[in-house]
Every structure is written in C-alpha cells, then in structure tokens.
C-alpha cells in the first residue's frame, strides 16, 4: 500500500469530517457499556423493577419499563455524541486551514493510502499548558487500522512539537477509548490526570477524561 502522511489541502475537508464522524460515532456502544456498569444505573433499574414487580403483581410491566428506561438511556448517549460532533464540524472542523495551518504552532495532517484520506491528527498550543502542543483529532479509518497509521500520525505531531522546542504532547481521551489509551501509552506517553468530564450526567456515571503526556524535556 502506497502510505503517505501530509498536511491537510482544503479539498480533503469532506473526507476529514467523515474520518471524525465515523470514528466518534464508534464509541457509542463502549459508552453505553460503560453506563450500564456504573453502580447507581443498576440501582435505577433495580429500584424501578421491584417497584413496578411490588405495585403491578406482573412481570411484563416492569420488563417493559426496564427496557425502555434502557433504550431511553442509549438514545441519550446518541443525542450527546450528535452534539459533540455537529458542535466540532462547526467549530474547528469548519475551516481546518484557518484553524491550524495558518499559526506557526499549529497543524492537522492527513494519512492518505493509494489516494484515499484514511486518518487524521493536528495539534495547537494549549492555553493551560503553555510548554506543550496538544494533540487533536486522531482517528483512522477501521478499514486501515492495525498497520502503524496511528503511530506514525502520533510520530508526526511528537517531531513537529520537539521542533518548535515545546517540552511535551498533551492529549486528552475518555475512559470509553481504551484502544487509543493502549496506543499512546505504547508509544510512550503517560497518564497524568484523571478528571470528571464536565456534563452532570459524565459526573453521575463516572464518565472521565484521561491527559496523557509525552514528555520530551524534564525542565517542566
């Protein structure tokens, strides 16, 4: 396979914004896992079942509620994820050149194979952490994953920061992205923090963001 990676042309604007919607929309189902563990969802549930089991004499009714009360949450974290989505195709995605290759400390990078834009990264400075560039936006096509793509995008953004003489990568992940979270700490970053997503209902469900940082300087 003929695998380049390169700086983004505007002409691949379309391909990046389906690379990150289809990447993103793959969480959902880990999401919702993920939900379904935390201790106060099963108390929920439990608690709805027996009162509906205690009041009605019946199973179905509860069964029923259960199941809706289910469908009802997995419809919740599809709104969430549709927002988040719609919210960064607005924002940055919009114009990825005004947003990244028009700033000395920023860029975005696309891996093509046999002319095909089958992954995505960028990084800019981070206005909390002034000594690193954060990095953004990775995601490869399931069809082209398991060949080192990620890892040479990682690559890519770790020589473009150490060039500009930043100190460090940041990146942040979600607990559900344990693939991504086996892949940086592969190549040598490091889990720095854990912390609670903002949202009321990331905070009841455990739902929390990782930093990881890959270090190139011990001056910070």
Known sequence: LDENIRKFRDEDSEAVQEVFTVGMSE?????????????????VLMCVFCALMGSSKSFILPILAVTLLLAATRQFIVYMFSMYIETTLKKDLHNISETYLNHKDSCFWVAEVDGRVVGTV???????????????????????RGMGIAKALCRTVADFTRERGYAAVILYTAVVQTDAQHLY??????????????QFMAKMTNFNMFEYRLQFRQDY
């Open 185 to 198: 700490e592969h190549i040598g970053y490091k889990k720095t923090k854990e912390f609670a997503a903002p």
């Open 27 to 43: 969480h959902i189902p880990s999401s919702f896992t993920h939900i379904l563990k935390q201790p106060l969802t099963q108390m």
């Open 122 to 144: 960028s990084c800019l400075p981070n206005e909390n952490v002034p000594e690193a560039l954060e990095l953004k936006r990775l995601s490869v096509r399931r069809s082209h």
